[in-house]
């Protein structure tokens, strides 16, 4: 049986390193990425992206910038430049799709 949950979760963690990779070099911030969020699950929450953003950075993936304000600000991570490039393995936990056209 799929785990819906899990699926959404684990895609979303792509979805938010590949649009971490195409705003570089600048951060983005969640503001941003809640948008791009919605436009694919729209009924994804500030809070669901904060906390796919904590996921990324425990991994090292993202370095995750909270303002006093409350706002927060993102930007990939060596390891997750390299993750969104296929030039590193992705272990269990993001949703990143085969690479099927380097053969």
Request: proline residues 6%.
């Amino acid at each position: 049986m799929i785990d819906h949950a899990k699926v959404r979760r684990e895609s979303l963690r792509w979805y938010l390193l590949l649009a971490l990779y195409n705003s570089r070099p600048e951060d983005m911030c969640e503001e941003h990425l809640q948008m791009i969020a919605a436009g694919i699950f729209p009924d994804a929450t500030p809070i669901e992206v904060r906390q796919q953003l904590d996921y990324l950075a425990d991994r090292k993936l993202v370095d995750v910038r909270k303002e006093p304000s409350g706002r927060w600000w993102a930007g990939l991570t060596r390891y997750g430049h390299d993750i969104a490039e296929y030039t590193i393995d992705c272990e269990p936990g993001i949703a990143r799709p085969v690479k099927y056209w380097a053969s």
